[in-house]
């Protein structure tokens, strides 16, 4: 139980183009979800945090209208990468937490996305 | 969240026990010591977690002092498949506002 998948897994664009990327959790119902990016070498950092039908709450330093988060539903956040450029290069790992018991964060596998 | 302290990096040699030690000296009373590691490009993967009695379950154990502000992460039998980040975390549970916040994590290397 506690699946969470990303697609896509890779993604490769051209700088100015948009990529948005799926988090779904697949088994049970996320009230909560978490958007990383982890740069290579270095650890996670958190960028967001989105409830299903609000809007999402962005760390500081993390531009809101450059990263688009939607979570529409209790199983699907998306993140937006818009005009992207060659340093937003990252892995980003979206992470979902249900609603009950200890609130445990369950993770996806990640996407590595290269702008070129 | 209380913050954390971990080495660096660490080798162990494929077959031994692999002891990941982690100071968190300043932790509460309602904050729970969590392990995860991250495989090189995957997703961080749970492996254990406590308040202060020790725990152990299939992949690993995890050892608290009484005092609480230290822990050690084993793995009794590590293979080259362990090889990994390993990250500890204190962290409050039941409370929605709380999510999961990495530090550096010791890279752990597990050789022939």
Known sequence: ?116 | DAKTTQPTSMDCAEGRAANLPCNHSTISGNEYVYWYRQIHSQGPQYIIHGLKNNETNEMASLIITEDRKSSTLILPHATLRDTAVYYCIVRVVNNAGNMLTFGGGTRLMVKP
């Open chain 1, 1 to 116: 139980g506690a699946v969470v998948s990303q697609h896509p897994s890779r993604v490769i664009c051209k700088s100015g183009t948009s990529v948005k990327i799926e988090c779904r959790s697949l088994d049970f119902q996320a009230t909560t979800m978490f958007w990383y990016r982890q740069f290579p070498k270095q650890s996670l950092m958190l960028m967001a945090t989105s409830n299903e039908g609000s809007k999402a709450t962005y760390e500081q330093g993390v531009e809101k209208d450059k990263f688009l988060i939607n979570h529409a539903s209790l199983t699907l956040s998306t993140l937006t990468v818009t005009s992207a450029h060659p340093e937003d290069s990252s892995f980003y790992i979206c992470s979902a937490r249900t609603g009950r018991a200890s609130y445990e964060q369950y993770f996806g596998p990640g996407t590595r996305l290269t702008v070129t």
